[in-house]
């Protein structure tokens, strides 16, 4: 998204010389280190603004939600003037979900400032946009932040930076950077702790001191790379990138390359400049300059931009995979177009495909249902802001619960993404902590306790890590916080328990009754407040079992003929728990919807009925077994037992219907190696050249063994199958026990 403002009376002049020397900076850190608020000191101390001109902080978080969460969500450019050069600056986003945002950005600048909290030291974000900034050769300037703070530890963080440049691998030039310390907020910067300064002065200097301008190469062929999109409704798509050679000229038709070798020619019809905050058009723009040029409808990250004589596109930008995807549905609730304009699956579908006009790390991809998007991003809070801004905009959609997107090595392997996470909380709090990071499949790489105060750091697989974001809250009592990132990705590990209590769903219409909800606060968390409208199949609380409980939220209290005050009971009600969408998209399950309108935020099952519950249960369960089977039968193929037989039996199966699988389990039977120890290292010896020692025989028998027992191991799961299929003829609930116990 691209900041456009226009309604500042600049004192910045208007007029450039053709030779004016430019010099692009990135400000990069982790969350909440206080970029865009340095960013701000920049502006303000550069006679951006008049001098009685009311100014908000964080002016370069223009969108609504970008002010609301106090993060930057979208990267944003300015430009100052220091000393006769023009300062690019570029704010990047400091959260993990927009990183690829950020190492896009990164190549158009001459240097980085690396922003670290003089307490809390590198983060995890840290290392990764400084391991790109490292990569591409940038030399960054370092610059320790908030030095205001009681429990400031300057000094020590500058050694744990100097370590993690070590760590990234910098080379002698990137290890020579210069260290500042001030305090963003108060728009002062100083050379070190000792000297104190009122200005940003120190900082200005350091940049022009440590990194040279642009050099002059108008004369050269013309290149200007993409890195960053946005949108006009007036002019259409923009691209936004770096001239890095040659002359843009307004009006002229240039070659665009695009990332498949394909070369089109097409008109530049608006070129813009950044002065200040403001976007201003300009007839041609030089070397070293971002611009942003308009009339190329379909332009995306990566193109170059060539003149026709002279066609060398750039080196293609490598856009991150997503990690996590969420299905889209048109709302099909009793309450659907109550509150909401846009509410058909054509409004969806246009709605998503103009976020993809922008938004170039999400991906859309068409289902099996006309009502239903698979839409992948790099996390949840990537994906659920473009939730909120549907929402915000007048459209109503059903959210289903984020699904991790799995990956195969080049083994044929399942891998999955691992995440490193970091958690500062109270030390009472951390049993509490380890306890649920090891149920989530995570493992500990350090621990540390200062001033009370636990460091945890865990690896674990992100899909261990939905939910856990609200449960930590509530564990540590709002005194901890959690920073994630992605850190790769690691073998799959294995099952992992989804939320083990029961939800209570409404059986009937209407309007929630006190009376009713004060019996039911009894059988676990209520959702809503009286007088809260709810319909059959919505989810009102959360029972403290776990099964899911059948309830009538709107039952009252029988009138008789003669009352007394005395006689009635007070119903005090605890005070409901109130969903944000990302606590409401961490909390749900897989047959449960997140239900977003303008006004509200619902939790529903995805069948509202009993019996739509009750045929999408045993779909499920079908599908469960049929997985089951076709994994053992992939484990036995892998030890290459009875090739042929297992072979043609694992692509009967595949070819089945969900329905002929208990008909299968009951045909289908496995038999033993017909064949001792001695004649299974037989028959491997006999016919091999190589000859076999004595502790090759033994690792021969050992591979018996262990092939005899993964063999049994696979008898022993088929007979759990066959006593599946028995419990769920028999009954639903020890069947749903079953799932819930045994098979994960």
């Not at 910045?12 to 400000?27: F, G």
């Not at 003037?81 to 300062?87: A, F, L, R, T």
């Not at 909380?425 to 493992?443: D, F, M, Q, W």
């Not at 998209?585 to 919807?593: F, K």
């Amino acid at each position: 998204m691209l900041y456009n403002c226009t309604v500042f009376d600049r004192k910045v002049s208007d007029s450039m010389s053709n030779k004016e020397k430019i010099l692009n900076i990135a400000v990069i850190a982790h969350v909440d280190a206080g970029k865009s608020t340095l960013v701000d000191a920049f502006l303000r101390q550069s006679d951006v603004f008049r001098d009685n001109e009311e100014v908000v902080n964080c002016i370069m978080d223009s969108n609504d939600l970008e002010r609301e969460r106090g993060i930057t969500i979208y990267s944003k450019n300015c430009s100052v003037i220091h000393n006769g050069v023009k300062i690019n600056i570029v704010d990047t986003p400091g959260h993990a979900d927009f990183s690829s945002e950020v190492e896009r950005i990164i190549r158009t600048v001459d240097t980085v400032i690396l922003l670290v909290d003089a307490s809390e030291g590198p983060m995890p974000q840290t290392r990764f946009v400084l391991s790109k900034a490292l990569e591409i050769g940038l030399k960054p300037i370092l610059l320790i932040n908030k030095i205001d703070k009681k429990d400031q530890r300057a000094e020590e963080v500058v050694d744990e930076v100097y370590e993690l440049f070590l760590d990234l691998n910098a080379n002698d030039e990137q290890l020579d950077f210069p260290i500042l310390y001030g305090v963003a907020r108060e728009g002062r910067v100083q050379y070190d702790l000792k000297t104190p300064s009122d200005n940003i002065d120190p900082l200005f200097d350091t940049i022009l001191k440590h990194c040279d301008v642009y050099p002059d190469m108008d004369e050269e062929p013309l290149q200007m790379q993409v890195s960053a999109l946005a949108y006009d409704e007036y002019i259409g798509r923009l691209g936004i990138g770096r001239l890095y050679s040659g002359v843009l000229k307004q009006g002229q038709q240039y070659i665009r390359c695009n990332q498949s070798g394909l070369n089109a020619k097409e008109s530049l019809s608006k070129l813009f400049v950044y002065k200040g905050l403001s976007r201003t058009s300009v007839p041609e723009a030089h070397s070293g300059d971002i611009v942003v040029i308009a009339g190329m409808p379909d332009i995306s990250i990566g193109d170059t931009i060539c003149t026709a004589d002279h066609v060398e596109p750039m080196e293609h930008i490598e856009i991150e995979e997503p990690t996590l995807s969420m299905n889209f549905h048109v709302n099909s609730s009793p309450f659907a177009g109550q509150s909401g304009k846009y509410v058909t699956s054509r409004n969806l579908k246009e709605r998503l495909e103009k976020e993809l006009e922008v938004n170039v790390g999400l991906k859309v991809e068409p289902t099996d249902s006309a009502d239903c998007f698979k839409v992948s991003g790099r996390g949840e809070l990537h994906i659920s802001v473009l939730i909120e801004n549907m929402r915000r905009e007048g459209y109503e959609l059903a959210v289903s619960k984020p699904e991790v997107i799995l990956h195969k090595d080049e083994n044929g392997h399942k891998v999955e993404p691992i995440e490193e996470v970091v958690c500062l909380a109270p030390e009472e709090y951390s049993g509490t902590i380890i306890n649920k990071l090891n149920l989530r499949k995570g493992v500990m790489q350090d621990m540390s306790e200062e001033n009370g105060y636990v460091k945890i750091v865990y690896t674990a697989p992100t899909r261990g890590l939905l939910g856990f974001r609200s449960e930590f809250i509530n564990d540590t009592h709002g005194e901890g916080t959690l920073v994630r990132r992605i850190s790769g990705y690691e073998p799959y590990k294995g099952e992992i328990a989804q939320r083990m209590e029961g939800a209570m769903i409404s059986t009937e219409t209407g309007e929630a009754m006190t009376y009713a909800l004060w019996n039911l606060q009894e059988r676990g968390q209520l959702f809503i407040s009286p007088q809260t409208p709810v319909y059959e199949g919505m989810i009102i609380g959360q029972s403290s079992k776990n099964i899911d409980l059948d309830v009538n939220p709107l039952k009252n209290k029988k009138l008789t003929a003669i009352r007394s005050s005395g006689r009635d009971e007070a119903m005090l009600l605890t005070p409901p728990k109130i969903f944000s969408l990302e606590e409401a998209l961490e909390w749900i399950n897989d047959d449960e919807l997140v239900e977003v309108t303008p006004d509200a935020i619902r939790i529903r099952k995805k069948g509202l009925t009993a019996l739509d519950r009750r045929n999408l249960y045993r779909q499920k369960m079908n599908e469960i077994v049929l997985n089951i089977v076709v994994e053992i039968l992939s484990k036995l193929v892998d030890l290459k037992i009875d090739y042929d037989t297992i072979q043609e039996s694992l692509e009967y199966i595949l070819s089945q219907r969900n329905d002929e699988c208990s008909e299968l389990m009951e045909t289908y039977q496995f038999e033993p190696f017909e064949y001792s120890r001695e004649e299974y290292v037989n028959n491997v010896i006999k016919g091999r050249e190589q000859e076999y020692s004595e502790e090759d025989i033994e690792n021969l028998k050992q591979d018996y063994d262990n092939l005899q027992n993964r063999m049994l191991e696979s008898f022993y799961h088929m007979e759990r199958l066959r006593n599946l299929e028995k419990l769920y003829k028999v009954n639903e609930k020890k069947i749903n026990n079953f799932k819930r116990s045994t098979i994960k």
